[in-house]
């Protein structure tokens, strides 16, 4: 059974930071695109990074360059993103998917929400003052 779990979500001020986590089993970080993804109540979910299997090439949303990091464990299967001088605009559910064959490793798929075969129930992060 494939499980991806969500933990590290909060409430921080303007410019704060956060770290997400996401523990996997039942697939392998090392032979699956890992994402997150974030999602705002009414409006659709969008890809805000990915990293690749392997040499782990990293991909991001605008807006999130320079602040947001993907990274992946792959010793404890899991991957993780670094969120620095979040905003206002960074307020949403996140949620940790997992792509494999034959999507992963394709750019054009990056960030294509259908294509992702497994995710986790999201984690919460708000930022206000």
């Known amino acids: 059974q494939v499980q991806l779990v969500e933990s590290g979500g909060g409430s921080v001020q303007p410019g704060g930071s956060l770290r997400l986590s996401c523990a996997v089993s039942?697939?392998?970080?090392?032979?699956?695109?890992m994402a997150w993804f974030r999602q705002v109540p009414g409006q659709v979910r969008e890809g805000v990074a990915t990293?690749?299997?392997?040499?782990?090439?990293?991909f991001y949303t605008d807006g999130v360059n320079g602040r947001f990091t993907i990274s992946r464990d792959d010793t404890n299967n899991a991957q993780y993103l670094e969120m620095h001088t979040l905003q206002p605009e960074d307020t949403a559910k996140y949620y940790c998917?997992?792509?494999?064959?034959?999507?992963?490793?394709?750019?054009?798929?990056?960030?294509?929400?259908?294509?992702?075969?497994?995710w986790g129930q999201g984690t919460q992060v708000t930022v206000s003052s």
């Open positions: 039942g697939v392998s970080v090392t032979t699956h695109c």
């Open positions: 990293i690749y299997p392997g040499v782990g090439r990293t």
């Open positions: 998917a997992a792509m494999g064959a034959p999507y992963c490793l394709d750019d054009y798929y990056n960030f294509h929400v259908d294509k992702y075969a497994y």
